[in-house]
């Protein structure tokens, strides 16, 4: 992909949303580390974190954090109470975000364009959709996919298969959006071209077999 060609070039545009949309992965990474030092243990290291980055839950490699905690700390750890406390503080941290610098900007030249995209993400609707309405994208995208119910999550090529299909266009001419290792692998099993959009968690990672690595969506502006 050179890195002249516009988005608007290809039959469709889909996007990742964790991390891509908003920057959801930051404050869930925040929280747990913060969760980890109340209980006198050391968080987990970005590294071991990122492993998970794209997975859906029911992934066996998915990374549990409480499992985690366990491990590192002597103190008692009463489940639900972690979770409720830690939920909490995601929540308000998620609460601050806004959606990422282009996506708003993206979406419209896409419209302009008469580009159709759509969301794949591992993550399911009922994380996404609030999200996306929160922030007033929900009609922007009305088509969404998600793992579970027999779609595979990434780094599998499922969700991003089912997304072109419902969009009506061959894989190897649509382009997708994506910010972690396993994603990239998802895109580029389907076909598709991938571009990889840097985050705070992302930019450590190799992200090198995307076509082409951007540190914004902005920089994808025709």
């Known amino acids: ?17 964790d991390g891509l949309i908003v920057d959801t992965e930051t404050p869930l990474y925040q929280a747990w580390a913060e969760t980890f030092r109340h209980y006198g243990a050391e968080p987990i290291e970005l ?14 490699l998915m990374l549990d954090p ?6 590192r700390t002597s103190v008692d750890i009463d489940a639900d109470e972690v979770q409720t406390v830690r939920r909490a503080r995601r929540d308000a941290l998620l609460s601050a975000e806004d959606v990422r ?5 993206l979406v419209a030249e896409c419209r302009r364009h008469n580009v159709p995209i759509a969301t794949a993400s591992s993550s ?4 996404v959709d609030p999200l996306l309405e929160t922030h007033g994208l929900l009609e922007a995208f009305p088509v969404r996919c998600n793992a579970g119910d027999g779609v595979a999550g990434k780094p599998d090529p ?8 419902r969009l009506g266009v061959d894989p190897r001419t649509a382009v997708a959006l994506e910010d972690s290792p396993n994603g990239v692998r998802a895109a580029k099993g389907a076909g ?22 951007v540190s914004s969506l902005l920089a994808l502006r025709t």
């Open 192 to 213: 598709m071209t991938c571009v990889a959009v840097e985050t705070s968690v992302s930019r450590h990672l190799d992200l090198s077999h995307a076509d082409r690595v």
């Open 47 to 60: 590294d071991m974190w990122a492993q998970s980055l794209g997975r859906h839950d029911d992934d066996p």
């Open 101 to 105: 610098p282009g996506v708003r900007e």
């Open 1 to 17: 992909m050179s890195n002249g060609t516009p988005l608007t070039d290809f039959a469709a545009v889909v996007f990742d949303f």
């Open 124 to 127: 399911p609707p009922d994380w």
């Open 66 to 71: 409480l499992d985690e905690l366990r491990r």
């Open 158 to 165: 499922a969700v991003y298969l089912l997304a072109c299909e």
